[in-house]
């Protein structure tokens, strides 16, 4: 949708728009703080006053699914009783539904094999989640399953004591160990980019250990202290060494004859204390096929 400011409407972006097209002040200026308003190809602020002649763009984002369907997807179930299920997180796959995700996600694939929504918050979309893995990311998470179980795991999260280790395959010869200990925010050049130079940053520590040297590639395990967005591909491209694979934070796709379909990243162990018995509980997931395809070339002489 796009705008042409007449010589009689100028003047404050969002109050422009919103007596142009209709759509309410307040969603306008949530479309302007997301960047699907843009003057000349650039991003703007509601307050900014617009002269005549301006040609403003307007991107509405596709509206996403109400309710969520059950999908017969195949996922690993690591574990399950009354209050948590544990999952195996494939590549490739969306954690919820949304605009563009209307269907395919694991919570599609977790209401078939539960046989009816967690009964926990999180809204229709994504009952008792309480964290995510990125799309390209793989492995292990957990759902509550019931509001109880929902309120304790989103304190746990939130107070540190979710013990995660993470497997990367990065590109160069970091240390044998490291932390990198840079605070996140959103990039001020693209906002859907997180970077250790943008906009509000919030601490966030990562640890590493090498796992195994191979040539122009190194194996990582990985523990984030803190759980920001992209929080271990943006500390370890940062570092020198992104993740192979990375389209967004490395750009290293390839080394030599071998490709990385995706970014090189899985979760592959969480620790939590169960919500209702207290008991410390520990889960892990193998590293998938596609990265020990990638390691085997990667060790061949």
């Keep these: 949708m796009q705008v042409r400011v007449s010589e009689d409407s100028s003047g404050r972006l969002d109050r422009l ?8 002040r307040s969603q306008v200026q949530k479309l302007i703080a997301q960047g699907h308003v843009l003057i000349g190809g650039r991003p703007v602020k509601a307050k900014d006053r617009v002269k005549a002649g301006s040609l403003i763009t307007i991107t509405l984002p596709e509206k996403g699914p ?4 059950p999908q017969d997807i195949p996922i690993g179930i690591l574990y399950r009783d009354g209050s948590i299920a544990v999952v195996d997180k494939p590549p490739d796959m969306v954690v ?5 995700h209307p269907g395919g ?9 539960l046989g009816r929504p967690p009964d926990a918050p999180g809204g229709p979309l994504r009952p008792g989640v309480v964290h995510r893995l990125d799309k390209d990311t793989s492995g292990v998470m957990v759902i509550a399953l019931n509001e109880t179980a929902y309120k304790s795991l989103v304190e746990q999260f939130r107070k540190r004591a979710v013990e995660k280790k993470y497997t990367a395959l990065v590109y160069g010869s970091p240390p044998p160990s490291g932390v990198v200990r840079l605070g996140i925010g959103r990039s001020r050049a693209d906002r859907k980019k997180m970077s250790t130079k943008g906009r509000r940053l919030r601490e966030a520590e990562t640890k590493w250990n090498v796992l195994e040297r191979l040539g122009d590639a190194a194996l990582l395990e990985v523990i984030p202290a803190t759980g920001r967005t992209h929080q271990i591909r943006v500390h370890l491209s940062a570092a020198g060494h992104p993740v192979l694979g990375d389209k967004t934070y490395g750009q290293k796709t390839r080394l030599g004859e071998v490709r990385f379909p995706r970014q090189m990243l899985h979760a592959s162990s969480l620790g939590l204390v169960h919500p209702v018995t207290g008991k410390y509980m520990e889960f892990k997931s193998p590293i998938p096929p596609d990265m020990k395809k990638a390691l085997r070339q990667l060790r061949a002489p």
């Design 105 to 113: 996600t694991l919570m599609n694939a977790v209401l078939f094999r």
């Design 96 to 100: 919820y539904p949304a605009p563009g």
């Design 66 to 69: 109400e309710t969520l369907a």
């Design 17 to 24: 728009i919103a007596d142009k097209t209709g759509i309410s």
